[in-house]
């Protein structure tokens, strides 16, 4: 792969859960997004990502889970319900979580190598043309997810990846140009 290629593959990734649902998904391909995680840099070799991939009906347990957590946090109704079914969007939602380190500092630089490599899984996912989106866990989720993935309570949830095959292309969007100061 040229440098030109690998800037295109950056340059054209979109966010996207217009997916077909019941489209699955080779676990040769997943796996390989596990490994580009665990390839992303983390300081002091932490090792800090945990993954669980969930597929047919524990997309449902995990859904109702979270949604269990929400009800008890009071959240809107509609919300609620529509959580239970949300992770049928896609086959595949890799739910990954961060480790708990020695130090506040540890913690905190793990989150940031947890998510270089959530960015490794979304280049893969689309190097092989799939669709994919980074979504935010509920807030209040954490223990519920992370029992449901048999992580450690102290793992901290940094996203639900939902992986799979397009039902739809996404357009492009206009970035800003990045913002930067060069000095010399
Ligand atoms: C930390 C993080 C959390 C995100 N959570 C959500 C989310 O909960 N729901 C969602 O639709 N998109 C979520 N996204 C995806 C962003 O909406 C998306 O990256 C953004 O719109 C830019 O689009 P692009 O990825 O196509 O460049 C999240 C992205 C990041 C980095």
Redesign the pocket.
């Known amino acids: 792969m040229s440098p030109d290629d690998l800037l295109s593959l950056i340059t054209s ?5 217009l997916i077909a649902s019941d489209q699955p998904v080779d676990t040769a391909v997943i796996d390989q997004m596990l490994t580009a995680a665990q390839f992303a840099p983390n300081h002091k070799r932490t090792w800090p990502a945990r993954f669980a991939v969930i597929s047919g009906e524990s997309r449902l347990t995990l859904g109702n889970a979270i949604a269990d957590a929400m009800a008890a946090r009071g959240d809107d109704d509609a919300k609620v319900t529509k959580s239970r079914t949300k992770y049928m969007r896609s086959p595949i939602v890799i739910v990954v979580a961060s480790a708990r380190g020695e130090s506040d500092t540890e913690t905190e630089e793990n989150k940031y190598a947890v ?1 270089a490599g959530i960015q490794n899984m979304l280049l893969v996912a689309h190097s092989h043309g799939l669709a994919s ?4 866990p509920a807030k209040g989720a954490n223990d519920a997810i992370t029992h449901v993935c048999g992580f450690d309570s102290t793992d901290h949830v ?2 639900l990846v939902y992986v799979g095959w397009p039902s739809r292309d ?1 357009a492009q ?1 206009e970035r800003p140009a990045p913002r930067v100061q060069r000095l010399s």
């Open positions: 990734r979109r966010s996207s859960v998510a989106l980074w979504g935010s940094m996203g996404v969007v």
